[in-house]
């Protein structure tokens, strides 16, 4: 919607996120596969990760950061108007897990819906989820990155099941009472390249069999290096562009806030965007790849360290499965 099209900004006014209390390290994967904390460290820059306990579903996590949204920002369930759930790990093919979230948390006249951009999710949600406060149609948006991934990774394939963890992380959107709000975006997605990172069994192409379980359909799979220079090129391109078409260079920023997939394509983007350090949100090192989590956790800990005032510009940016990709530039509120 273009800036004269807004009947109203979509303000971030509340950030909040939940990671597990386990800690993996990579000496513990040590353990499980033929790896090496080095190369871990060296190739990715993550040195642990946490996972969720076995019985316990994707929707734990998106419980817990819906209530401390409406903890934080003292409000009843009820004030809510939508509830958007980015996830590539619900906790069942349907009901949506953003349901399960809504009946959680008791908010009565809502709606709610799981959306499914894989590492892009959180930018694909947030631009949604704020489209309803600018055309004036909500007041109130809980836009939630929630991911398992210990629930879909082979620990018997070590190029990918080192770089993932669990987390969720999220935002409350509001009709920003001044200039502070969703400035822009830009999202993409491209299906030619499926294979390069999917789960391929499980779904209506490859319904659950003895078979499919026997092959190992039902975890991620992913072309590590086909999806490194995708990832590099689109995570640096988009945020580029995004500045650029709103006059904008990285002098600008406060902070850029990528997805943590890998150290080296985040020092990529920064770089191309001539960012110093101070300006890259970066936890990858504890967290890993937590999916569509990466993004609103690094959010909401920066928020929590005091690194965000009125006024200063964030942009947000994700690459992922699809293959898709998006930046989404705000000014930050109180
Ligand atoms: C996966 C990734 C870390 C691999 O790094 P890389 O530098 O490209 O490494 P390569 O795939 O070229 O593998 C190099 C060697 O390390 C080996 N290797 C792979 N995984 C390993 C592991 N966990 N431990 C030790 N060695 C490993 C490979 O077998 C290969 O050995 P070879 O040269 O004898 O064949 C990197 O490609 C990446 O981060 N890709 C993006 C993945 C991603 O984040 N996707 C999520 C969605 S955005």
């Not at 894989?118 to 406060?133: E, L, P």
């Not at 850029?256 to 983007?269: E, G």
Request: with cysteine; proline share 4%.
């Amino acid at each position: 919607m273009t800036e004269e099209g807004k009947k109203f900004r979509a303000a971030i006014t509340a950030t909040a996120h939940f990671l597990p209390d386990k800690v993996i390290t990579n000496a513990d994967l040590e353990r499980l596969v033929d790896t090496s904390d080095g190369w871990i460290r060296s190739r990715t820059g993550i040195s642990e990760r946490r996972f969720l306990p076995e019985d316990e579903p994707t929707s734990t996590m998106a419980i817990a950061v819906a209530q401390e949204l409406l903890a934080r920002r003292e409000i009843d369930p009820d004030d809510i108007d939508l509830i958007i759930v980015a996830t590539i790990t619900p906790d069942m093919i349907f009901p949506a897990t953003a349901c399960l979230v809504q009946h959680a948390i008791g908010a009565s006249g809502v709606w709610a819906y799981d959306l499914s951009a894989a590492c892009s999710g959180f930018v694909f949600a947030v631009a949604t989820g704020a489209q309803f406060i600018e055309s004036g149609a909500h007041r109130r948006v809980m836009v939630i990155g929630a991911d398992k991934m210990s629930s879909i990774l082979d620990f018997e394939d070590r190029t990918t099941c080192v770089l993932f963890g669990d987390g969720a992380g999220g935002v409350l959107l509001e009709r920003g009472e001044d200039e502070a709000g969703l400035i822009d975006f830009e999202l993409y997605a491209d299906g030619a390249a499926v294979e390069c990172l999917h789960i391929k069994g499980g779904g209506s192409l490859y319904p659950p069999s003895h078979e499919t379980v026997d092959q190992r359909m039902h975890y991620i799979r992913q072309e590590g290096r086909t999806v490194f220079r995708f990832a590099v090129e689109k995570m640096a391109e988009v945020s580029a562009s995004l500045l650029e078409r709103n006059g904008l260079t990285g002098a600008d920023l406060k902070l850029f806030v990528p997805h943590q997939a890998n150290k080296r394509i985040i020092d990529a983007a920064a770089q191309r965007m001539d960012l110093p350090p101070e300006k890259v949100m970066m936890n990858i090192d504890r967290y890993a790849n937590t999916t569509a989590a990466t993004i609103p956790i690094a959010l909401a800990e920066a928020a929590d360290q005091g690194r965000l005032e009125r006024g200063d510009l964030v942009l947000m940016t994700g690459v992922g499965g699809g293959l898709t990709w998006g930046s989404t530039l705000f000014r930050w509120g109180d």
